[in-house]
């Protein structure tokens, strides 16, 4: 039986995914001595690592033990995507009566054709990742389990493979609670989600955080009695709390059951159902479903690595540990992605092999501390954020000015009949230093990296206020909130000093 959720069904979609991903004829090639880098994990900073350093002219190998394109490509960023594609399309189609636009019955999102188009698109993605693309740089390809046998050598099945340099980029996986009764029930993860051909009528969500928000809304969209539950008082308990609020206003109004200071205590099954006993308090409640959803964080892929026969330290919750540099406690051995970060995105991951490359190969000081990473949930409307919030700020000893403009007062927001967000930028106070931003709007993911290029670039608010933003879009907010930080350079003295020249004028 096939261990890799991404390819079922067995159709024509999950054929191509898995010729790319991992040839079922593929046959590993005879070492090629020494390499100058050996790379464990084919996800997304294993293949930036070993596609970078291959053209550099290194002699890399890249080791993989499921599919090639990790998490991204097949459970997380690719799938999601096309899945909340067609929620959002759903959503359109219920809300074009408030647009003048007429459509007649109900609207049903046929739940096997919209998973269809997501496991052929992202077969129609998966060659970019693929192993014949690899091996068409350069790249010795193996796939097989892979660990650490000597300081300097790491075994795929019979095979050797000694290296100058080493980069562990196994990524992580799906936290499962400890939860009586659940593995017994059943549950999904974001490993399984995506096998799904028939829509669950009804699905309950075990955590509200991004997972959680995005997958909820979408399957509440296609059609499922979604229940989200979460241990926090509030969704999304690592941004901003404004937007929170906003995200659960926009969850509960498409009908979720949002159930937050909660914790599920068991689960047991009711013939084809799956009953979770929920706490709320002193309440007590009972969630029936039919499929249940893990969402409550991701654990590091350390183990049978054989990181302790290198001297690597280790532990579950953070993975392995690197310095600032992204190199472990061995000096050969690196680490980039997941294994080793708190940002667990597909993006910090490029942007973290991208150092390991300088550091690895050329003895480069490219620091991960000096990254400015945004993250985003793309719920909807969205919500991006980028650099500190205000309760980091605090715990840092930042004073901070913000400066909100909220959507409703932005003319495309008001045409678009997208009013609900805002953007708030963070600026050191006093001046107009940013050091944090969030955005809250339906394409927010599209609009946080203006701020992170200003950031990146150390440019100040008085530079966006004089970047010409065309009209009308709803980026202008960042323009409104940075002529807000303008007018407050207007001092009392200066403000004298202007009438008197304008009262000279007259």
């Known amino acids: 039986m096939n261990r890799h959720p991404a390819l079922f069904p067995a159709d024509e979609s999950s054929a191509k995914l898995e010729q790319n991903a991992h040839p079922p004829d593929w046959v590993n090639p005879r070492p090629a001595g020494r390499y100058n880098l050996v ?21 890399v190998a890249l080791v993989e033990r499921g599919l090639l394109g990790g998490d991204c490509l097949n459970y997380g ?20 009566a408030s647009f003048g636009v007429q459509s007649t019955g109900d609207v049903r999102v046929d739940f096997p054709a919209a998973m269809a188009r997501l496991r052929r698109l992202r077969s129609d993605i998966s060659p970019h990742d693929g192993a014949q693309r690899f091996r068409g740089l350069g790249v010795d390809v193996f796939f097989g389990e892979a660990r650490f046998v000597a300081a ?3 075994l795929v099945g019979d095979q050797h493979l000694p290296f100058r340099r080493a980069v562990i980029a ?23 989600v995506f096998s799904l051909t028939d829509l669950p009528p009804r699905l309950a969500i075990i955590g509200a ?17 979604v229940t989200l539950i979460g241990k926090h008082d509030r969704v999304l308990p690592r941004d901003d709390i404004e937007a929170a609020d906003i995200i659960e206003a926009a969850l509960r109004r498409d009908g979720i059951d949002v159930l937050l200071r909660a914790e599920t205590t068991h689960v047991e099954p009711r013939g084809a159902l799956k009953v979770l006993a929920i706490r709320q308090g002193i309440g007590r409640r009972e969630v029936i479903a039919d499929e249940i959803l893990v969402t409550t964080g991701r654990t590091a892929n350390v183990e049978g690595l054989g990181l302790e026969v290198v001297g690597v330290a280790y532990d579950e919750r953070r993975g392995v540990h690197v310095d600032d540099r992204l190199q472990t406690a061995n000096g050969r051995i690196f680490a980039a992605g997941d294994i080793c970060s708190s940002f667990k995105f597909t993006h910090a991951a490029d942007a973290m092999a991208r150092i390991v490359i300088q550091n690895a190969l050329f003895f480069g000081r490219a620091k991960a501390s000096r990254l400015v990473i945004p993250w985003c949930t793309y719920t909807d409307p969205e919500v991006a954020h980028v650099g500190l919030l205000p309760a980091e700020a605090q715990q840092r000893g930042v004073e901070i000015d913000t400066y909100t403009e909220q959507l409703r007062d ?37 609009m946080i990296s203006e701020m992170t290029l200003a950031m990146t670039a150390r440019a100040g608010l008085g530079k966006l206020a004089r970047t010409i933003h065309p009209y ?35």
């Not at 096309?82 to 399309?89: F, Y």
């Not at 955080?209 to 009695?225: K, M, N, W, Y």
């Not at 909130?481 to 350079?489: P, Y």
Request: proline share 3%; glycine share 12%.
């Open 39 to 59: 790379v464990l994990g084919g996800g997304t900073a294993g293949l930036v690592t070993a596609a970078g350093a291959a053209g550099l002219g290194a002699r």
């Open 77 to 96: 960023c690719v799938p999601s995507k096309a899945l909340l594609r067609t929620a959002r399309a759903a959503a359109d189609v219920r809300q074009a």
């Open 152 to 154: 300097d050598t790491v």
């Open 170 to 192: 196994t990524g992580s996986r799906a936290a499962v609670p400890d939860i009586h009764g659940l593995t017994e029930a059943g549950f999904l993860t974001n490993e399984t």
């Open 209 to 225: 955080g991004p997972i959680g928000c995005e997958l909820g809304q979408a399957f509440a969209r296609c059609g499922s009695r």
């Open 410 to 446: 932005v003319d495309r927001a008001l045409l678009d009949g997208e009013t609900e967000g805002f953007i708030k930028i963070h600026v050191r106070r006093g001046g107009d230093k940013i050091v944090g931003a969030t955005v809250v709007a339906r394409h927010a993911g599209e």
């Open 472 to 506: 009308p879009t709803q980026a202008e907010a960042i323009k409104h909130a940075a002529d807000a930080c303008q007018r407050t350079r207007l001092t009392p003295r200066l403000k004298r000093w202007l009438d008197r020249w304008f009262c000279w004028l007259r």
